[in-house]
């Protein structure tokens, strides 16, 4: 395509102003402590200051936590993914009774109000938790299968289109050809539907490293099994906040996230750019 | 699908026969009163931790150090809204839940009414906090914590502002109202007086002064007291402040906004805790303030303050409850609330220890006299949770202030309000 | 579409239900399971008491709905929450399909930015998003009112102005998820389509029109579907930024279902609340669903 001058500012304007939230809450998360809460507000700092990025790191167990919400975010989006797929193919590539109703459920599940399920999923993930080791209350697994759960719906409707985009001239190719189904299914469509997979995935980990609603409700003991964003809600508090430190603890949480987009919006482009085309 | 069909239908027929949703067996005393072993304790997170903790660890080495074969694991919890939770979840399940814990005095209601905490009447006797301050964990007769410290507010304003403009610190409530109506005259860049909307802390003061209460405790039931005369004169006199704060820019303010107004700079005075004195150095009030006893209608009288606080309290369910007692005792006891103040500020509730800390810091003068004026409380029954979730006493002030309703027709609306939140 | 019955008629009937057993498995339990819970809830009076086993649930019939319904306010902040999502949906279906439509028709650097920007964004807890826009429109310190000169300028005073500030917010947090499915779907429209009715002597216009928007229709459809759901549920953005507003007056339903509901542990309430909601949401889409049939598209 043709850029045009024109396109190109308005494109990098739009950019600033998106942008500009951001910087201001890095910038606040850098400002020194008078400055932040000053009434001559300048959109820069002469003294930048660590003070408040060392309040939040000095928090017991930071590390811990970080790596735990780690752990439950990339096993969410590695599961949601190749169940999310599966799920697709299914309702893509296959005519059968219930379609639909299966896909309204899937909707329905977005639409109940996340608090109003916490009781009961905290009785299930509790006697749950006496049956199947390692997914009780207290423990990350019961965060996995939860945002599992949660995320799962909206990847199935995401993932639909992406495969109902791969041509199934090309997989009939590769039955023609005597591949079996399995290969079929893991070496051709599975890659051709990789940006799908790519944006779902975005998807699911957001949800899972951002949510506190389930890290509060089912991690009640275990200090070793809490997650970052629950961690890092003591610096809201109802009557005095504390500015700076939500800012770095803001950033701290965000920078993880952008990177990983970073990482997968590069496959995106490329997925995007050849192989879905004729 | 069949499959759906049928499960569907299984469901509807589980849901006619209405089994009862899922429910956590009781708390009940655990049975056992274990000497050894770990003790688990939950403290609440603050934004400056390592003093609290310093202090803390203290308790337990001196804990540990005279009881043999007993650890004490420190958990430190968040304070805001995700303390329910944790709370909620651990009165659920008991393998979660603490042996001793801190815990918000405004919560203690609604944590006896599920069940959570252990009936302390005994245990704690003969100590030497304030009745009004016990009375703040006394559910029916029974007490349910140990008040470990407390935060009361009173009267910061501008020795600049006030020396410039010739005006004495206020002794009644006239001289308040026309102080900030001075101020907001001579220097409009400035609110007379910061108050807020969303401040109930800020406005009962007044509300108690003259008389009135939120709900009154008539034969063990509450009703809404909000709409009698005397509450009314009570929100008058609050609603009143506005004019040098305009509903345009206050209406919406919560004591923590009214804190960041008045340490940029932005007011006159403004009606804050003890516990807010970092906030206000950090800004550019720093050096130019004092606080005085908010005063009352009468002339040198003090509104009385709400006293709001933390409590040690022993979970139900503990299997240590010797240990726990003993825990909560030693770190609610008046050497480490002394300890404790010199960390972290935090007001004693032991009058020893208070008298104390008293002689040597010259800014609590203004709240100790507050304290000794006596404090006032909510009403302790879990129906206060839902009047404040569901905000009742705010959207009353909001409405006066932006004009949408009358002080009358406003606190009608709050009383219904209020009897639906303890009808129930 | 309809090559796909070919291939998978070809094998069984159970191979596609082979494929649905694993999001069975996730989903019966911890959702289904739930969700029959939550409707039993409902017609139950059901309390903190009650789930920490001090007192039984005491089963109310339909009293929590009546409750709920016999609410004014209910209704009031019912219809706000409507016009309300809907004024988010549409503003943030213009933003993202207008910039996915821009990305490409700009170069490589200036498109790197805006993905970049957006991502960003997105990238952002929804938590922290709401308090630095409220920090920059704060009345007294924020940048917006000391730039323009409007020190002591409330913007969350008046109904409406507080609402385009949180719709502002909201578009801000949710315009890049349409912008990088549409910008996805546009870049996978095949270059042979485009060039065959760019023979055919189309405008740039017509092109978009005719050719691209009916290929993404199915994106489209997820991306309203997925809209109308999170702006009918917001939650975040009113509460960090309004706290349900001056006098109750930026209420919307998941706000007033906490306020009302959870914030005081009453779940059976909560529940009733719930249900509601997703009824609601269920009829919208179905409609919606519905209108896509006639069109003669499958969902």
Redesign the interface.
Known sequence: ????PL??T???L???V??F??Y??LL?AFKPAGEI?????R?WTWHPSLDSFTRVLSQENFGRYFVNSLIVAVSVVVLSG???F??A????????RGR?T???MF???????V???T???F??IRD?GGTVPGVGLNTLGALV??H??FS???A???M??FV??VP?AV??AA?VDGAS?FTVLWRITFPLAA??LA?TS??SF?TAW?DFIFARTFIISAKDNQTL?AALQMF?KPDEND?GG??AA?TL??IP??IF??LV?RR?VSG??GA??? | MKIVRW?ALV?AG??LA??????????KDAGVDEKTGALRVWLFQEPNQPPKEKVVKEAVDEFTAAHKGVTVEITYIPTNNTR?EKF?GA??DPASAPDVAEYGNTDVA?YV????FADLTKDVTGGDISKDLLGSATIDGKLYGLPWYVGLRALYYRTDVFTELNIAPPTSYAELAAAATRIRAAKPELYGIAVG??YTFGALPFVWDAGGDVAAKKDGKYTGAISSPESRAGVKAYTDLFATCP???C??LTGGKTA??FA?G?AGMAILGNFNKGAVEAGAAKGKYAVVPLPGAKPGSVAPAFAGGNNLGVLKGTKKRSLAVEFTKLLGGQKYQTKMYEAMGNLPTSSAALADVAGKDAFLKPFLATASAGTRFVPLD?AW??V????VIP?ML??IV?G?ASVDKATEEANTAINGAFGR | ?T???R???R?G?F??????L??AV??V?????????????S??D?R???????Q??E?VGADNYTTLLSDPQFWNVLSTTVWFAAACVLATLAVGAA?AV??????R???L?????????????????S???L??FD?????VN?TLGI????W??DRYSAFALVGATVV?HSFP?VM??LY??I??V???VLEASRIDGATVWQQFWKVVVPILR??IT?VV??SV?WDF?IFTQIYVM???????QNLVL?VY????A??????GL??A??VV??LI??VV??FY?RAIRRQGEE?
């Open positions: 395509m043709r850029s045009r396109a190109n308005a494109a990098i739009v950019a600033l998106t942008v939230p951001i201001w809450m606040s809460t000053s009434t001559a507000v959109p190749v169940v999310a599966l799920a193919v299914a309702l893509t590539r296959f005519r059968f639909t299966v896909l309204v909707l329905i599940a977005q639409m109940v109000p608090e109003a399920l009781i009961p999923l009785f299930l749950l299968i939860t599992l759960a799962l719906p909206f199935i409707w995401m639909r289109g109902a985009a199934e997989e009939e039955l189904r940006p799908g944006a975005v998807f957001i951002n964003p809201v500015w939500i800012m803001s949480l965000t996230v952008l987009f970073v919006q995106l995007l750019g879905v085309k004729d | 499960a469901a589980a849901l209405a089994c009862a949703p899922p429910s956590a067996a009781p708390q329910h909620k009165f659920s609604d009414a599920a069940g959570g909307g969303e509903a345009q820019a209406a919406g960041e107004l940029t932005k879990p949770v839902k404040d979730s569901q905000k959207t909001q409405k932006t949408q | 579409m090559t796909a019955v291939v998978g008629s094998r009937r191979l596609p239900l082979l494929y649905l694993p999001t996730v989903l339990p911890l959702f289904g399971y739930p969700l029959y819970q939550l409707g039993l809830i017609v139950f059901y903190q008491p009650q789930v920490s086993g001090g039984p649930a089963f910039l821009l990305l490409t028709r700009v170069g650097i200036p498109r930015c805006l993905s970049l920007a957006a991502m960003a964004a997105w990238a952002a807890p929804a938590m922290t998003g308090t630095v826009w920090f920059l009345t007294d310190l924020g940048l000391q020190g002591g300028h409330n969350l005073y801000w998820f990088v499915s996805a779907g870049k996978a095949p270059d042979s199915p994106i997820i579907i997925q759901i549920k309004t706290g349900g507003g001056i006098a109750g998941n279902a906490y306020q009302k959870f914030g005081s542990s009453e779940y909560g529940s609340i719930g909601m997703t949401l269920l889409t179905l669903v969902l």
